[in-house]
């Protein structure tokens, strides 16, 4: 994921200079999540939102928590 962030989502998020950056944030993907079915870590969740912190214009991020079927392992995350 945060190969992905680094080497595809973020040039490209950076090419196209946006003036808002919107992220439908899902959690399901974390470690201990009954759904998801992948192990990834609060610290990696918190890498890849300062990623798109650093694209969003002057700070004009926005994110929308949806998914994410474990409330203890969500709050680690957000």
Excluded: H, Q
């Amino acid at each position: 994921y945060e190969e992905a962030m680094r080497w595809v989502v973020s040039p490209i998020a950076e090419a196209f200079n946006p003036d808002l950056v919107f992220v439908s944030a899902g959690f399901d993907a974390a470690d201990g999540d009954p759904l998801g079915g992948f192990s990834l870590s609060p610290g990696c969740f918190a890498r890849m939102t300062k990623a798109m912190k650093e694209v969003a214009p002057e700070g004009k991020l926005v994110l929308a928590l949806e998914g994410g079927y474990n409330v203890d392992v969500t709050a680690d995350c957000v």
